[in-house]
């Protein structure tokens, strides 16, 4: 079983939609939790960075970490054409190794 | 937040020459640095991490010989692939972090072995 399980999508939604995008990883260690956002040719972007559980939002996302199910999400309001992109989630137990799912592609259609 | 730079970009070169990455966090220290490969539309590939001052930790199947990691200084980590084939093009992205704090990531390094 991997660390980090991710549906790589792709996920094509219209412009306006919510958008929902989960993790859910094994180890009951973790306790940083990442969200990065990947254009095409470029470095991974830090969209979201939260430690243990809970909500954290930043304009049009939010982040929410479920300790109890292992579960991470990242919602997108609003959706943008810009905001298409692979979506990587991350995990850490104590800031040193990090785990990474393996993205999901999303396309916002106008 | 944290910037983090890479040189150069783009790079293309012969076959059995060897190319230097060089990778650079800009405004902190970054103890850890990360060295990942990428191929198209796939998930990062961890191929080292690399400490201030010590030898470089190689993921299983890296080769150390082939790709050569230096962490002199804790704003600075290099990768250079020696005697480059055309099967080592590919997208290679650094990152680096500081103690309890999370990964930065340089915009990355497209290379093409003719």
């Known amino acids: 079983q991997k660390e980090v399980e991710q549906d790589p999508g792709p996920l094509s939604v219209p412009e306006g939609a919510i958008v929902s995008l989960n993790c859910t990883y094994s180890?009951?260690?973790?306790?940083?939790f990442m969200w990065y956002r990947q254009y095409s040719r470029k470095g991974p972007e830090l969209l979201m960075y939260?430690?243990?559980?809970g909500n954290k939002e930043d304009g049009r996302f939010t982040a929410q970490v479920d300790k109890s199910s292992k579960y991470i999400s990242l919602f997108i309001r609003d959706s943008q054409p810009s905001d298409s992109a692979t979506y990587l989630c991350?995990?850490?137990?104590?800031?040193?190794?990090?785990?990474f799912g393996t993205g999901t592609s999303l396309t916002v259609i106008p | 937040g944290a910037v983090v730079s890479q040189h150069p970009s783009r790079v293309i070169c012969k076959s059995g020459t060897s190319v230097k990455i060089e990778c650079r966090s800009l405004?902190?220290?970054?103890?850890?640095m990360f060295w990942y490969r990428q191929f198209p539309k796939k998930s990062l590939m961890l191929m080292a991490t690399?400490?201030?001052?010590?030898?470089?930790?190689?993921e299983q199947g890296v080769e150390k010989d082939k790709f050569l990691i230096n962490h002199a200084s804790l704003t600075l980590s290099t990768l250079t692939v020696t005697s480059a084939h055309p099967e080592d093009s590919s997208f290679y992205i650094c990152?680096?972090?500081?103690?309890?704090?999370?990964?930065?990531f340089g915009p990355g390094t497209r290379l093409t072995v003719l």
């Open positions: 991350a995990m850490s137990v104590a800031g040193n190794q990090f785990y």
């Open positions: 180890n009951s260690a973790f306790q940083y």
């Open positions: 990152s680096a972090t500081e103690p309890g704090d999370t990964q930065y």
């Open positions: 690399s400490n201030e001052g010590s030898k470089a930790t190689y």
């Open positions: 939260t430690y243990s559980s």
């Open positions: 405004d902190f220290q970054a103890t850890t």
